[in-house]
């Protein structure tokens, strides 16, 4: 006997059945409306991109280029990756059409992404994420206002501010403290920077000895660590003065936090559920000055932030924020033969219907009527029109209210009319 292929989807991708999908669309229709509250405007692209994109220096995340691309030489000998994150790919679409685009432009996106990880909690190989980016827009209000939407997008899906906290930290003023310390080589910074986006992963130990590996000194090493431990909240930090001003005050400096890519020069931060639950961060982000360079000599700066289906969905459901309406029928009557000789009836009575608006859907199955009757009901579905020979014969037919147990009878157009005042 043949051997069966497996149904599971290939590890750590998704498959999304129809519940599934109901509240992946409401994740992405909510996103869509606070981002375009704010005036975004929606951009998309291809999932494939050159594997340079990714290798190019300044925004190389060394992390994601060596382990974590799904990357294949196609045909004609290239070498192309499957996008692990939007950012490079929107700064060359910026960069693209520098000279007719306006700015400063606000843009967003829902890509998937890919990332060859180790599947767990809040981390899969596949993930969308609501990218939301100004470009051309140098003053700190640009990182206000990005991080303000950030925190709205939650807010619009009920949380409150105390479930939630937002993390800043500076990389030019890190990088002008480590000059302070007399740790002046610009490698050693990096080196540092890449170390401290595991700080909460390792042991504090093990950090102290991988810091003192990267300084030759332990009294230095100890120096950093004590710093990059506190978490304080400033009163003399702009940004969290710009929030504070929009009434945003969830917000705490974190000298620890690092944020994965090379290419962010500023302001970086990152979002979490403070609920204990989800450890990884809701979202994440910062200013980049000059991702674009490597197209063009224009410096164009960018700041944003991408948010992950993975994480928000687990954030929503330990904060019991998904509304039990959602549904994924969007029928609202469905139509029933009383034999399958009426099948093509049925499906022109259904079409009648769905010339005025009204979604309707036909049950062609061969169960007996009252438990496609209950089914319907278990689907949400509001009506149901039942077409035997009489109702054929008579053209009279009975719309019954699932939900309600209410009946009206008529012929085919007292029903339209019926529905129509009850949409
Ligand atoms: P990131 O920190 O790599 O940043 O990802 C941002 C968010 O995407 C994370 O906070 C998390 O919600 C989600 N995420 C990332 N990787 C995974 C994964 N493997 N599985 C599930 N969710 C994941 C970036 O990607 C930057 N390009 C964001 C950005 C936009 N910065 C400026 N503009």
């Keep these: 006997m043949d051997k069966k292929l497996s149904t599971e989807a290939y590890k750590g991708v998704r498959d999304f059945y129809p519940e599934d999908m109901a509240i992946q669309s409401y994740i992405f229709n909510s996103w869509q409306k606070t981002a375009e509250l704010f005036g975004f405007e929606r951009y998309e692209a291809s999932i494939l991109e050159p594997a340079d994109l990714y290798k190019s220096k300044g925004t190389a995340n060394e992390e994601i280029v060596t382990e974590q691309t799904y990357s294949f030489i196609d045909r004609g000998e290239r070498e192309v990756t499957l996008r692990p994150e939007m950012t490079p790919t929107v700064a060359r679409m910026v960069a693209g059409r520098q000279r007719t685009?306006?700015?400063?432009?606000?843009?967003?996106?829902?890509?998937?992404?890919?990332?060859?990880?180790?599947?767990?909690?809040?981390?899969?190989?596949?993930?969308?994420?609501?990218?939301c980016d100004i470009f051309g827009a140098d003053d700190y209000i640009a990182d206000v206002e990005i991080i303000s939407l950030a925190c709205q997008i939650l807010i619009d899906f009920g949380a409150t501010?105390?479930?939630?906290?937002?993390?800043?930290?500076?990389?030019?003023?890190?990088?002008?403290?480590?000059?302070?310390?007399?740790?002046?080589?610009?490698?050693?910074?990096?080196?540092?920077?890449?170390?401290?986006?595991?700080?909460?992963?390792?042991?504090?130990?093990?950090?102290?000895?991988e810091l003192e590996n990267i300084l030759g000194d332990r009294q230095i090493a100890e120096v950093v660590q004590s710093k990059v431990s506190t978490s304080v909240n400033p009163v003399d930090n702009e940004v969290i003065s710009g929030l504070k001003a929009l009434g945003i005050t969830n917000v705490k400096i974190d000298y620890s936090l690092a944020r994965g890519f090379d290419y962010y020069t500023d302001t970086i931060f990152e979002i979490f559920d403070i609920s204990g639950e989800n450890n990884r961060s809701l979202l994440g982000g910062g200013r980049y000055s000059n991702l674009t360079s490597m197209f063009t000599d224009k410096k164009i700066s960018g700041t944003g932030f991408g948010m992950g289906d993975v994480t928000m969905k687990d954030f929503l459901?330990?904060?019991?924020?998904?509304?039990?309406?959602?549904?994924?029928?969007?029928?609202?009557?469905?139509?029933?033969?009383?034999?399958?000789?009426?099948?093509?009836?049925?499906?022109?009575?259904?079409?009648?219907?769905?010339?005025?608006?009204?979604?309707v859907s036909t049950d062609i199955g061969t169960k007996k009527i009252g438990k496609k009757i209950a089914e319907a009901v278990d689907r949400g579905i509001t009506y149901s029109i039942v077409v035997g020979t009489d109702e054929i014969n008579s053209s009279k037919f009975t719309l019954?209210?699932?939900?309600?147990?209410?009946?009206?009878?008529?012929n085919i157009h007292d029903i339209l009319t019926y529905l129509i005042a009850n949409q």
Excluded: C
């Excluded at 890509?111 to 993930?127: A, K, M, S, T, V």
């Excluded at 906290?165 to 910074?189: A, C, F, L, P, W």
């Design 317 to 359: 459901f330990t904060h019991k924020l998904i509304p039990s309406s959602i549904q994924n029928t969007t029928a609202k009557v469905v139509i029933i033969p009383t034999d399958e000789k009426l099948n093509l009836e049925a499906t022109m009575v259904a079409q009648a219907i769905r010339k005025r608006g009204i979604s």
């Design 400 to 410: 019954k209210n699932l939900v309600l147990s209410t009946e009206i009878k008529g």
């Design 101 to 131: 685009l306006r700015f400063p432009l606000r843009w967003y996106s829902i890509p998937n992404l890919f990332r060859y990880e180790r599947p767990q909690r809040g981390r899969l190989r596949e993930h969308w994420q609501l990218n």
């Design 161 to 209: 501010p105390d479930m939630f906290e937002v993390k800043i930290n500076n990389r030019s003023d890190m990088s002008t403290y480590y000059d302070s310390i007399g740790i002046k080589d610009v490698s050693k910074q990096t080196k540092i920077t890449r170390l401290n986006d595991r700080f909460r992963k390792i042991s504090s130990e093990e950090y102290l000895s």
